[in-house]
């Protein structure tokens, strides 16, 4: 029997920086679950380059991702990247920390707004499914400010694991002593490399519920 999966976000979802017709961690995740479980699995990506958590969040009203929603097993969410960039740049021009403590509680609090839409959506379902969060590696090691406000996001995400039918998936443990390996020509998306590390560690943590 095949899979749905659904995958929304930003860039990371997109798969910029990789490989051209490579493919980034979502299609790289579909192939080993379809390798795995011989089994045929849609994929169906609602992502643009640049989106903030608002607006991925604007994604979930639109027909067509509520459609693919309810009809996923698997759904992969990244974002918050793009809205912790912006409050590192505010923070350069003043050196203000509540700046990046306002981006990481507001990420926080879209991703949860996240999680409650594709609950109601599924709800009274009999369907069985998982929607994993990827948190984020440190693409700034130079900038010791910056990770540790990644790593403050990190530890923030992991407590909506607590939501029912919920994982994070750890990019930032695949990452960590790789970016140098792992990151494209900008410095900043991942290389294939990069996007098939992403796709190793959510299909180890997925494949526990195949």
Request: with cysteine; charged share 20%.
């Amino acid at each position: 029997m095949g899979r749905s999966y659904v995958a929304i976000g930003d860039s990371l979802t997109v798969g910029v920086g990789a490989r051209l017709f490579g493919g980034g961690f979502a299609e790289r995740y579909q192939w080993m679950l379809e390798k795995k479980t011989h089994a045929p699995v849609e994929l169906s990506v609602f992502a643009k380059s640049g989106l903030t958590t608002d607006q991925i969040l604007q994604l979930f009203k639109r027909s067509n991702v509520r459609r693919a929603i309810a009809a996923a097993n698997i759904i992969t969410i990244t974002g918050c990247g793009n809205d912790l960039v912006q409050a590192i740049q505010q923070y350069e021009k003043g050196e203000d920390e509540t700046k990046l403590l306002q981006a990481t509680l507001h990420c926080q609090a879209n991703f949860s707004k996240m999680i409650q839409e594709i609950a109601q959506i599924k709800r009274g379902q009999k369907q069985s499914y998982c929607v994993y969060l990827m948190n984020l590696y440190n693409p700034f090691p130079q900038i010791p400010i910056a990770g540790r406000w990644l790593q403050q996001y990190n530890h923030q995400l992991r407590s909506l694991a607590a939501n029912p039918h919920v994982e994070v998936v750890d990019v930032y443990r695949a990452f960590e002593g790789h970016e140098h390996e792992y990151l494209s020509i900008d410095q900043f998306h991942p290389n294939h490399k990069g996007y098939e590390a992403m796709a190793k560690i959510l299909f180890q943590q997925s494949c526990k519920q195949l």
